[in-house]
C-alpha cells in the first residue's frame, strides 16, 4: 500500500534527475498545445535544449511504463485466462441453444398438421349444418331479388337499396345453391354501380342547371337588399323629416311600423332535391365521404370558373354579373350547409369563401387602379356594398372587402374632385358675370330658394334681379351633387358615422377646387371691375351658401342639427371664401384705382401757368365724376353696403391722394392762383357728388365716422391755405388742427415754393374782397420763409 507513495515520490525526483523542465513537463501532461514553447525555442536559437528535454521525457515515461508493467504483470495474466475461458462458455451455450431450436421446430411442424386437420374438419361440418338453413331460405331470397329489380325499374333506388343491403347482410351467406349466391354476389355490386350513377346523373344535371341559376338568384338577393336599403333610406327621410317638423313645432311627429317586409327564404327558392337525394343514395351505398368529396371538388371547379372575369368587355359592365354569379353560389352553398345534413361542413364552406375573397379583393384592387372616373367608381362600390349587404345576411365574413373598398376612398374623392375642377372652371369660364334675371316663379325657386340664397321669405316680384350672376346656382348644383356621391360612396360601407369624412371633403371641394379656381380668376388679370365686382358679390353668396352646403351634409349624413349648428362646427371654407372675397374687393379697387388713373392723366392738360381761372370744370374731372355715378350705381345693385362704402372711400381717396400729387409733381414747376381756382372748382363739383352718393346709396345709415366727403379733406384745406388771405396763419396751431389739420408740413413747403404768381396777377381776382395783393403776398412768403425754417 505504501510502495505506490514512494514510487512517485522517486518519478519526481527524477525528473529532476533527467534534467527536465517541471513546467513543460506539467504542459505535456494536461495536453496543452506546444507550439509556442517550440516557436519560442527556434526564434531564441535555442532548438537543441528544447530537444533535449523532449527526449528526457520521452525516456522517463519509457520508465515508469516498464515500472508500471513489472508491477502489475500476475493481474494481467489472470485477466488474459479468464476471458479466454468465459469464451469457451460462449460456444457451449451457442450449441445448446441450436439444438433445442432444431428440437422445438420438428415438435411444432407436426402439431400444425394435425391442427390444420382439425379445422378442415370443422369447416366440413359447419357447411353441411348450413347447407340445410340455406335451402330453406333460397325462395325467400328470389323474392326479394325480383322486388329489387321492380323497384329500379322504377326508379325507386331507396328500397332497391334497402333490399340490397337486406340481402347482403342477411340472406347472401344463407343462399344454398353456390351458383346462385355467386350470380347474387355478382350483380349486387353491378346493381350498386347502376344506381349510383343514375342518380350522379341527376345530380351532374343540378350542377349545370344550379350555376346557370347562381346567376339570377344573386341577382334577385342583391336585388331584395337594394330594396330594403331603399326602404331604410326613405324611413330615415322621413325621420329627418319629423325632426325638422318637431324642431320647428309646425307639425307632430307620426310613427308607424312597415311590417311590409319580404322573406328572403320565400322568394329565393331553388330545387335541392338532387343533392338531398344523391346524399342519401350515397350514404346508403357508404360511400358518403367520395360523395362529399365528389361534390366539393365539382362546386369549387365551378367556383374558380365563376371567379374569371371576362376580358371581352369592360369590367363596368361586367361586374354585376360577375358578382351576382358568386352570390347565387355562395347562397346556394348556405343553402346546402344548413339543409343537406352534414354533406358540407362549417371549414369547408369557410375556406371555399375564403378563397373567393382574395380572389375578389385581389379583382377589385386591380379594376380600381384602372378605374379613371368617379361615377364607375361609384356604380362598381354601390354593386358591391349591395353584395356585402346580402352575404352578410348569410353570416359572411366580409371585411377584406369593406376595406377594399375603404382603401379606395380617397381615389374617389379625387376623381370627384377633378370632374368638379372642370366643371366649375367652365362654368366661370361661360359666366356673363352679370346680375341673374330671374322671370318666373319656379326659376326663383330653383336657383334662389333650393339653395336658401334668398334675403327675405317674401316672394319678390318678376322679373327679379339677384345680386348674384348665374354661376352661383350652378356652383351649388355641383356642390350638392358632390354631397350626395360623397354619401352615396361612404354610404353602406362599414363606417356607421361618415359626417366627418364628407365634412372634410366637401371643405376640400370648396377650398381647393372652388376658391382655388376663385384666386386664379381674381389674380390672372383678365376681369375687369365690373367683373371683379360681380365675382366678389358672387363669393359673398357662397360664403352664405356653406350654412346650406353643412346642412345638407348632416341631412344626409342623419345627424341631428343642434350637433352642427354647435359653435365651431361650421365648414373651414367659410372664412377662406371669406379671405377670398378680400382678396376680389382689393382687387375690384386696384382695377378701379388704375381706371381713375387714366382719367387723372387728362391733370397733364391743366395749364398751371393760366392768367384766368377756367369758366368750367375740367375735362378729367367729368370722366371721373361720370367713371364713378356709373361705378357706384352699378356696385349698388351688386354689393353689401360695406363693401359699397369701402369702394367708395377708396376711390376718392385716390382721386384725392392724386390730386395733391399733382401739386407735387416735378413737371409742375410753377402754378398760378388762377390754376388753383381750376382745381376748386374740380374739387367742388366732386364734393358735391360725394354728398349727393353718400345720401342716395344709404352709406349714411351705417353711421360711419368718416363720410365719402371727408376723403376729400387734404386737397380741400390744401387749395383753401392757397387761396386764403392769411396763408401764414397755417403756422398758428390753433389754426391748423381746426382748418389744416389734413396737412403735411413737407408737402406744404414744397407746393408752396412753386406758388409764385406775380403781385398784380396773384390776387388780381380778388380786388372785390378789398384786400391788398401786397398783403396777401408777404403773408405767402412770410409762410415759405417759416417752413423752410421749420424744415
Same mark, same amino acid.
Given at each position: 500500500m505504501n510502495a505506490q507513495p514512494k514510487r512517485r515520490t522517486a518519478a519526481e525526483n527524477g525528473e529532476n534527475g533527467w534534467g527536465i523542465d517541471s513546467g513543460l513537463s506539467i504542459l505535456i501532461g494536461n495536453g496543452e498545445d506546444l507550439g509556442p514553447i517550440v516557436r519560442h525555442a527556434f526564434e531564441a536559437g535555442k532548438p537543441e535544449a528544447l530537444m533535449h528535454q523532449l527526449r528526457s521525457i520521452v525516456k522517463k515515461k519509457e520508465v515508469e511504463i516498464e515500472e508500471l508493467c513489472k508491477l502489475h504483470y500476475e493481474d494481467f495474466i489472470l485477466a488474459v485466462d479468464e476471458l479466454r475461458g468465459v469464451l469457451v462458455d460462449a460456444d457451449e451455450l451457442k450449441g445448446m441453444l441450436t439444438n433445442e431450436n432444431l428440437r422445438l421446430q420438428d415438435v411444432a411442424s407436426s402439431l400444425?398438421?394435425?391442427?390444420?386437420?382439425?379445422?378442415e374438419l370443422y369447416s366440413t361440418k359447419k357447411n353441411v349444418t348450413e347447407a340445410v338453413r340455406k335451402l330453406k331460405v333460397c325462395v325467400q331470397v328470389s323474392i326479394l331479388c325480383h322486388k329489387c329489380n321492380k323497384h329500379i325499374s322504377e326508379g325507386k333506388f331507396v328500397p332497391a337499396l334497402k333490399i340490397l343491403d337486406a340481402l347482403e347482410k342477411d340472406f347472401l351467406l344463407n343462399v344454398p345453391l353456390r351458383t346462385f349466391q355467386k350470380v347474387i354476389e355478382k350483380q349486387i355490386p353491378a346493381i350498386k354501380a347502376h344506381i349510383e350513377k343514375k342518380v350522379c346523373s341527376e345530380f351532374n344535371e343540378w350542377l349545370v342547371q344550379i350555376r346557370s341559376m347562381s346567376r339570377n338568384i344573386g341577382q334577385l338577393a342583391i336585388g331584395q337588399a337594394a330594396s330594403t336599403r331603399q326602404r331604410d333610406e326613405e324611413m330615415r327621410a322621413r325621420q329627418r323629416e319629423a325632426e325638422e317638423q318637431s324642431?320647428?313645432? %309646425?307639425?307632430?311627429?307620426?310613427?308607424?311600423?312597415?311590417? *311590409?317586409? %319580404? *322573406?328572403?327564404? #320565400?322568394?329565393?327558392? +331553388? &330545387?335541392?332535391?338532387?343533392?338531398?337525394?344523391?346524399h342519401h343514395i350515397h350514404t346508403c351505398l357508404g360511400v358518403e365521404d367520395k360523395f362529399r368529396e365528389y361534390y366539393y371538388k365539382n362546386r369549387l371547379m365551378q367556383l374558380n370558373l365563376d371567379l374569371e372575369i371576362s376580358t371581352a368587355q369592360p369590367f363596368l359592365e361586367s361586374h354585376q354579373?360577375?358578382?351576382?354569379? !358568386?352570390?347565387? +353560389?355562395?347562397?346556394?352553398?348556405?343553402?346546402?350547409?344548413?339543409?343537406?345534413?352534414?354533406?358540407?361542413?362549417?371549414? $369547408?364552406?369557410? /375556406?371555399?369563401?375564403?378563397?373567393?375573397?382574395?380572389?375578389? /379583393?385581389?379583382?377589385?384592387? &386591380? $379594376?380600381? @387602379?384602372?378605374?379613371? &372616373?368617379? #361615377?364607375?367608381?361609384?356604380? !362598381?362600390?354601390?354593386?358591391? @356594398?349591395? %353584395?356585402? #349587404? /346580402?352575404?352578410?345576411?348569410?353570416?359572411?365574413?366580409? /371585411?377584406?372587402?369593406l376595406e377594399v373598398l375603404d382603401s379606395t376612398r380617397d381615389k374617389y374623392h379625387e376623381l370627384l374632385l377633378n370632374e368638379c375642377r372642370k366643371q366649375v372652371t367652365n362654368i366661370l369660364a361661360n359666366d356673363s358675370y352679370q346680375q341673374m334675371v330671374i322671370r318666373k316663379e319656379y326659376e326663383y325657386k330653383m336657383n334662389v330658394v333650393a339653395f336658401n340664397l334668398q334675403t327675405s321669405d317674401i316672394m319678390p316680384a318678376f322679373p327679379y334681379v339677384a345680386s348674384f350672376s348665374s354661376s352661383v346656382p350652378d356652383i351649388c348644383r355641383i356642390v350638392r351633387s358632390f354631397i350626395n356621391d360623397s354619401v352615396s360612396y361612404l354610404s353602406y360601407g362599414g363606417h356607421m358615422n361618415f359626417y366627418d369624412a364628407v365634412k372634410k371633403y366637401v371643405d376640400k371641394l370648396l377650398i381647393d377646387v372652388l376658391n382655388g379656381i376663385l384666386l386664379d380668376l381674381i389674380h390672372g388679370g383678365t376681369l375687369g371691375a365690373s367683373q371683379a365686382m360681380q365675382t366678389a358679390a358672387n363669393i359673398s353668396v357662397l360664403e352664405r351658401a356653406c350654412d346650406l352646403f353643412l346642412w345638407q351634409v348632416a341631412q344626409h349624413c342623419g345627424v341631428p342639427v343642434r350637433l352642427f349648428d354647435r359653435p365651431h362646427a361650421g365648414l373651414a371654407a367659410k372664412s377662406v371664401l371669406k379671405d377670398s372675397q378680400n382678396a376680389s374687393y382689393n382687387a375690384l379697387l386696384s382695377l378701379v384705382n388704375s381706371k381713375l388713373d387714366e382719367f387723372l392723366l387728362l391733370m397733364n392738360n391743366v395749364n398751371w401757368i393760366a392768367d384766368d381761372p377756367p369758366q368750367n370744370v375740367s375735362e378729367y374731372m367729368n370722366e371721373i365724376s361720370i367713371y364713378l355715378d356709373t361705378l357706384m350705381s352699378t356696385a349698388q345693385q351688386i354689393l353689401p353696403l360695406e363693401a359699397l362704402y369701402m369702394l367708395s372711400i377708396s376711390a376718392l381717396s385716390h382721386v384725392s391722394d392724386s390730386i395733391v400729387a399733382a401739386f407735387l409733381n416735378e413737371n409742375v414747376k410753377r402754378f398760378t392762383a388762377s390754376a388753383v381756382m381750376g382745381i376748386d372748382n374740380d374739387l367742388k363739383l366732386l364734393e358735391v357728388f360725394s354728398e349727393e352718393r353718400y345720401e342716395s346709396t344709404g352709406l349714411c345709415d351705417l353711421n360711419k365716422s368718416r363720410s365719402l366727403k371727408d376723403c376729400l379733406v387734404e386737397p380741400r384745406q390744401l387749395i383753401n391755405l392757397l387761396l386764403s388771405n392769411q396763408p401764414e396763419n397755417f403756422m398758428n396751431p390753433v389754426i391748423r388742427e381746426k382748418h389744416y389739420g389734413a396737412l403735411d408740413y413737407k408737402k406744404v413747403a414744397n407746393i408752396c415754393e412753386k406758388f409764385k404768381d406775380s403781385p398784380d396777377r396773384l390776387f388780381g381776382s380778388l380786388s372785390s374782397r378789398n384786400t391788398r395783393p401786397n398783403a396777401r403776398k408777404k403773408s405767402m412768403d412770410t409762410l415759405k420763409k417759416r417752413l423752410k425754417d421749420f424744415n
Open positions: 400444425l398438421l394435425k391442427l390444420e386437420e382439425l379445422l324642431r320647428s313645432g %309646425l307639425a307632430e311627429c307620426v310613427y308607424s311600423l312597415d311590417i *311590409d317586409q %319580404l *322573406d328572403d327564404e #320565400s322568394v329565393l327558392e +331553388f &330545387n335541392l332535391t338532387p343533392v338531398y337525394r344523391a354579373p360577375f358578382f351576382a354569379q !358568386i352570390a347565387g +353560389f355562395f347562397i346556394v352553398e348556405d343553402r346546402v350547409l344548413r339543409t343537406a345534413g352534414g354533406l358540407l361542413s362549417d371549414s $369547408q364552406v369557410e /375556406t371555399i369563401w375564403d378563397m373567393a375573397l382574395v380572389n375578389m /379583393t385581389s379583382i377589385l384592387e &386591380n $379594376q380600381f @387602379t384602372r378605374v379613371d &372616373n368617379a #361615377s364607375h367608381l361609384l356604380l !362598381i362600390k354601390d354593386f358591391v @356594398t349591395l %353584395l356585402c #349587404s /346580402t352575404l352578410k345576411h348569410y353570416g359572411y365574413r366580409l /371585411t377584406p372587402l
